[in-house]
């Protein structure tokens, strides 16, 4: 009577939907991480093509070299990349014609008594700098409480008395435990001995 293939039925057949929709899945995921890789492949080497063209160029002399990539993350808080400090800029102190355009040209003429010196900017840069640091780790409040502590154990140490106290409750909490223990030990033999 019936006809009809079986295998039809069975799970691990090929033509079933579930299997068909698991290859076409594949598929596309193949597919999709084909292309991936081929735009990677293609972005690797136009970012070869385009460090060669950069060699070239310096080689040239048509380009200046890039030496300071990672100085910007060494300098001091505030500072731009041509050492002037945006902090003096901000008060009112005279900067170079590179970070304010609108300064016009005025003959400077400072006496090395009245005026200030180069070293003068340069110490009072490094004594904010000082400065915003210490003001940061007084502000700090886990610094702060990381003090308080500090001045607890200081004090409790400091306090013969009160240290003994708490030895003694510590030995007094592990011996609780300890006769906890050794209650349960025996309760444990007893069940045996039972048994």
């Given at each position: ?33 084909m292309k991936k890789v081929e735009q990677l492949r293609r972005e690797i080497a136009e970012e070869r093509q385009r460090e060669d063209m950069q060699k070239q160029a310096v080689a040239a002399g048509v380009v200046k070299a890039k030496t300071a990539r990672l100085d910007w993350m060494y300098s001091g808080p505030g500072t731009a990349q041509g050492g002037q400090d945006h902090e003096e800029y901000l ?105």
């Amino acid at each position: 009577m019936g006809g009809g293939d079986l295998n039809m039925k069975k799970s691990f057949h090929p033509n079933t939907m579930a299997n068909l929709e698991r290859v076409f899945n594949a598929e596309l995921k193949r597919d999709t991480e084909m292309k991936k890789v081929e735009q990677l492949r293609r972005e690797i080497a136009e970012e070869r093509q385009r460090e060669d063209m950069q060699k070239q160029a310096v080689a040239a002399g048509v380009v200046k070299a890039k030496t300071a990539r990672l100085d910007w993350m060494y300098s001091g808080p505030g500072t731009a990349q041509g050492g002037q400090d945006h902090e003096e800029y901000l008060l009112g102190k005279k900067i170079d014609k590179e970070i304010d355009p609108l300064q016009t040209e005025q003959p400077e003429s400072h006496d090395t008594a009245s005026g200030p010196s180069m070293f003068s900017d340069v110490t009072m840069s490094v004594a904010n700098v000082q400065r915003d640091t210490a003001a940061k780790i007084r502000e700090d409040p886990l610094f702060a409480i990381k003090k308080q502590e500090e001045q607890a154990r200081k004090n409790l140490m400091s306090n013969p008395v009160r240290l003994k106290q708490l030895q003694q409750m510590l030995r007094e909490q592990t011996g609780d435990d300890d006769k906890k223990k050794k209650k349960k030990k025996k309760k444990k033999k007893e069940r045996r001995k039972c048994k």
